[in-house]
């Protein structure tokens, strides 16, 4: 399969999300809502990340990508991520879609 995709998946706003909509994301990382330590830890680094960038950070959007879309609802995802910075959003979805190329 080639790298690239397509695929749709949902925002933790419940807005619609593509490949292309996903492109302007220069910081991705792949977790989980009920994560103990790494995924709290690395959206809290991301968030000083984002912080240090002050204004310029803003064009710099963060996505994190949720695993086991079953029990991660838009809401969970929104309150997970912003509750360290809202300069990255929560996407899921399907997990086949997920597990695209």
């Given at each position: 399969?080639?790298?690239?995709?397509?695929?749709?998946?949902?925002?933790?706003?419940?807005?619609t999300i593509t490949?292309?909509?996903?492109?302007?994301?220069?910081?991705?990382?792949?977790?989980?809502?009920?994560?103990?330590?790494?995924?709290?830890?690395?959206?809290?680094?991301?968030?000083?990340?984002?912080?240090?960038?002050?204004?310029?950070?803003?064009?710099?959007?963060?996505?994190?990508?949720?695993?086991?879309?079953?029990?991660?609802?838009?809401?969970?995802?929104?309150?997970?991520?912003?509750?360290?910075?809202?300069?990255?959003?929560?996407?899921?979805?399907?997990?086949d879609e997920i597990?695209?190329?």
């Open positions: 399969m080639k790298l690239g995709t397509d695929f749709t998946l949902v925002d933790h706003n419940a807005n490949r292309q909509r996903c492109r302007a994301a220069n910081t991705v990382f792949f977790g989980f809502t009920r994560c103990p330590e790494v995924c709290p830890t690395t959206l809290y680094e991301m968030a000083g990340w984002f912080e240090a960038l002050g204004e310029q950070g803003v064009i710099l959007p963060g996505v994190f990508i949720l695993g086991r879309s079953e029990r991660t609802t838009p809401e969970i995802m929104k309150s997970y991520a912003e509750a360290l910075t809202d300069r990255v959003t929560g996407i899921t979805g399907d997990p597990g695209k190329r």
